[in-house]
């Protein structure tokens, strides 16, 4: 059975497209009343972007704080505060969720915009295809490229027990607003963690098991802008990281990601060490897996005058190494793609906690 996967429904790419953020919202405001929710990175504030964002009287504009990943409990609170917002309104749900921001503000806005048709906390969708109810519209303006969750069916959340994300066709957004002016802003070292999450996007996908000409056709593209952002020095470096990002994304939507992800995840759930860092302290550690991927990584970096943090294990209890495990190997999908079938056999308890005390 081949998937049927739901992709992004509209998109707009250029310098200076954001300014067009106001009449493509028009379309989808029913009446004057209509309430749009813009979740805007706090980063923001005071900036010149803040003030550029296309607020009418009706909308509501939420700061949303990134110094943690998303959390379900952020998620819930975020959710209760726009239904709150939406009891004085005209009607009972906005009209949209407007993402502006990285990796972690945009899977704000989708998760937001699921949970306010879906009952209950976050949470419970952890998983895949659990959504049962269409989200309200949502749309993504990036201001940092390499997640690739402009285009992904998942929103990234650390819940109670597990980091998983919301994996279903509901997730993706309807719209995407890709202005690579927006990047400019972004601090090197951020600018590096986020892009390289993209080439590991490509090196995961290509290398998996579960790849197919679909997925391959966006991996080299995107591979291929990022060696040339990384390893080169053009111009239009933004615009081509803002492409890379949306064919690496596109690339994973029909294969997955591997072994640097699932190990990553750990990372962040027991060290909350964010994601495109993450991926780099474990990406270092996997040349048996990845040879290739690693050693043109490690020219990156050093291009870059990346330097990694190490010793990461020093304070790690046994009990938290043990959940690191657990929550690496929910991934199974993950596992599968980058080993096989038999990944179980090849990838144990031992081995995983072995890379981990390297770290
Ligand atoms: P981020 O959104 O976490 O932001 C990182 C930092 O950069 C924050 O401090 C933020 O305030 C700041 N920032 C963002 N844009 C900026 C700009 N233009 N100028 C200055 N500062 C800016 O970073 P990210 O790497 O884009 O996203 C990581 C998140 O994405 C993680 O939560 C991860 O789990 C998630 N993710 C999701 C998917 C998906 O498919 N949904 C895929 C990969 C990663
Ligand atoms: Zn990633």
Known sequence: MF????????????????????????????????????????????????????????????????????????????????????????????????????????????????MLTNPGSSADYQGWD????PAVYHAGVP?????????????????PDKKLGLNSDYTTFDQLVLDPELL???????????????????????????LNTFSQTYGEKALELCREVFLGDPSDRDDKLMMA????????????????????????????????????VAFDYLEDYYPEGVREFRQMMSRHHIVLPRNLMADVNETQLEKMIDVALV?????ENALGVNWKQIMTRAKIKELYQRM
Request: proline residues 3%; glycine residues 10%; hydrophobic residues 40%.
């Open 245 to 280: 990002s949306y064919c690496g994304g596109m690339s994973i939507v029909y294969s997955q990601v591997g072994i640097c992800h699932a190990l990553s995840y750990g990372l962040a759930y027991i060290l909350g060490l964010h994601h495109g860092i993450g991926n780099c």
């Open 3 to 114: 998937r049927n996967f739901k992709m992004v429904s509209r998109v707009v790419f250029g310098r200076g497209s954001f300014n067009q953020l106001d009449e493509i919202l028009a379309a989808e405001r029913v009446n004057s009343e209509t309430v749009m929710v813009f979740m805007i990175d706090d980063v923001f504030k005071n900036s010149p972007l803040g003030s550029r964002i296309p607020v009418k009287a009706h909308d509501l504009l939420l700061w949303v704080n990134v110094d943690d990943e998303p959390k379900t409990v952020y998620v819930d609170e975020l959710t209760r505060r726009v239904q709150n917002e939406m009891e004085s309104a005209a009607d009972a749900l906005p009209g949209g969720i407007i993402g502006i921001g990285g990796g972690s503000t945009m899977d704000l806005a989708k998760a937001v915009a699921l």
């Open 331 to 335: 991934l199974e999908p993950l596992w």
């Open 130 to 133: 659990l959504i049962q109810q």
């Open 143 to 159: 201001t940092l490229s390499g997640t690739g969750s402009e285009v992904s069916r998942t929103t990234v959340l650390t819940g």
């Open 184 to 210: 400019s802003g972004a601090p090197a070292d951020q600018y590096f963690f986020t892009g390289m999450d993209c080439y590991i996007h490509c090196i995961e996908s290509l290398t998996g098991t579960y």
